[in-house]
T-cell receptor
Framework: DTAVSQTPKYLVTQMGNDKSIKCEQN?????MYWYKQDSKKFLKIMFS???????INETVPNRFSPKSPDKAHLNLHINSLELGDSAVYFC??????????????FGPGTRLLVL | RKEVEQDPGPFNVPEGATVAFNCTYS??????FFWYRQDCRKEPKLLMS???SGNEDGRFTAQLNRASQYISLLIRDSKLSDSATYLC????????????FGTGTRLQVTL
């Protein structure tokens, strides 16, 4: 009964490649997020979608493009991968939109290593 | 200056000890506050929300001091299973769905 799932769990690839990470939630939530956790363990939001609409877009290179085909899915496509993209990428979801004190549920993370 | 600052630790404490973590935030427009827990190589999970009046959940007590812009987490009677990284999290007015994380404080509880 995985609430927020991500695939793949591990991704090792060469610089310059294009890759995608998929996220799905079965909680019926309206809002989904992508976070990046770097080698120093600092967790930072990248994007957020509410009912398939982009509501948060932090200062992220445009090589990163999120796509939400429906409110249960939020995928992350990365073009022209660079060494600095190596990190753990977490997907998360929450019940509604801009509502305070909502719990965000995180997926298990995708460990991306760019060689 | 980071928006949310924490002492990275590690805090090494024996089982049964009481340990406290502090966190400071720079933006006075901060609206909501949380403590998340992250085990090694796992995802963050909500531990507890933090309210102005302070709140307690079993062995865990969270306090918020808006005037000084800091949040604290107290763990009493530490267990081995409390070993983890504790993340201080803040949201800001108008961006309520965006969590801003501190870098985390690592706790290691030993026998």
């Amino acid at each position: 009964d995985t609430a927020v799932s991500q695939t793949p769990k591990y991704l090792v690839t060469q610089m310059g490649n294009d890759k995608s990470i998929k996220c799905e939630q079965n909680l019926g939530h309206d809002t989904m997020y992508w976070y990046k956790q770097d080698s120093k363990k600092f967790l930072k939001i990248m994007f957020s979608y509410n009912n398939k609409e982009l509501i948060i877009n932090e200062t992220v290179p445009n090589r990163f493009s999120p796509k939400s085909p429906d409110k249960a899915h939020l995928n992350l496509h990365i073009n022209s991968l660079e060494l600095g993209d190596s990190a753990v990428y977490f997907c998360a979801s929450s019940q509604g939109g801009p509502i305070l004190q909502e719990t965000q549920y995180f997926g298990p993370g995708t460990r991306l290593l760019v060689l | 200056r980071k928006e949310v600052e924490q002492d990275p630790g590690p805090f090494n404490v024996p089982e049964g000890a009481t340990v406290a973590f502090n966190c400071t935030y720079s933006n006075s427009a901060s609206q909501s506050f949380f403590w998340y827990r992250q085990d090694c190589r796992k995802e963050p999970k909500l531990l507890m929300s933090v309210y102005s009046s302070g709140n307690e959940d079993g062995r865990f007590t969270a306090q918020l001091n808006r005037a000084s812009q800091y949040i604290s987490l107290l763990i009493r009677d530490s267990k081995l299973s409390d070993s983890a990284t504790y993340l201080c999290v803040v949201t800001y007015t108008g961006t309520a769905s965006k969590l801003t994380f501190g870098t985390g404080t690592r706790l290691q509880v030993t026998l």
